[in-house]
T-cell receptor, first 114, second 116 residues
């Protein structure tokens, strides 16, 4: 069975602070894929990144960065110099060729205040 | 591309009524997923299709729920009869190749269903 745990339910930071959202996953598959999605207050789900289990390189996209560590089964997401527009619920998800659907964590609600 | 299109955006219905939610996936995408989002249970997979064929419907709560995909450009999720506990946001998503694709899964804007 696959499981994604996002232990942080809510995080509140002041603008320009750095913030890291944690994601821990469980799977028996050797090939799997990890995702992050953003759900702003408007409600849509926005794809941020996908990572496969064979690529442990960290990735940076502007103020966003992702740290994938197979040794600890974690795929953490860091926002540098946070902005009010980053306020949203962020979901980590897991999928594999044995079951194509995304298994989502419960999400972390991030509030960035001015 | 217009993305994944869901209709209606909002639906309010009385308990016992039939409800039909609609989804148009991105053209060319072979995979279509229906998810339900509630505060208590988060995002749950209901069913997904590959090339219009249902592959996994283990998430469909009970016989009151049914989903169809008569062609590559249209899918419906029907609840009959509806109950207050069905109140949730229902998302449709599509994907070109499943998780192997670098572009992830594209979600529609969702249908907010309220059953009173």
């Amino acid at each position: 069975a696959q499981k994604v745990t996002q232990a942080q339910t809510e995080i509140s930071v002041v603008e320009k602070e750095d913030v890291t959202l944690d994601c821990v996953y469980e799977t028996r598959d050797t090939t799997y894929y990890l995702f992050w999605y953003k759900q702003p207050p408007s409600g849509e789900l926005v794809f941020l990144i996908r990572r496969n289990s064979f690529d442990e390189q960290n990735e940076i996209s502007g103020r966003y960065s992702w740290n994938f560590q197979k040794s600890t089964s974690s795929f953490n997401f860091t926002i540098t110099a946070s902005q009010v527009v980053d306020s949203a619920v962020y979901f980590c998800a897991l999928s594999s060729p044995s079951g194509y659907a995304l298994n989502f964590g419960k999400g972390t609600s991030l509030l960035v205040t001015p | 591309d217009a993305g994944v299109i869901q209709s209606p955006r909002h639906e309010v219905t009385e308990m016992g009524q039939e409800v039909t939610l609609r989804c148009k996936p991105i053209s060319g995408h072979d995979y279509l997923f229906w998810y339900r989002q509630t505060m208590m249970r988060g995002l749950e997979l209901l069913i997904y299709f590959n090339n219009n064929v249902p592959i996994d419907d283990s998430g469909m709560p009970e016989d009151r729920f049914s989903a169809k995909m008569p062609n590559a450009s249209f899918s419906t999720l029907k609840i009959q009869p509806s109950e207050p506990r069905d109140s949730a946001v229902y998302f449709c998503a599509s994907s070109l190749t499943g998780p192997q694709g670098r572009d992830g899964y594209t979600f529609g804007s969702g249908t907010r269903l309220t059953v009173v």
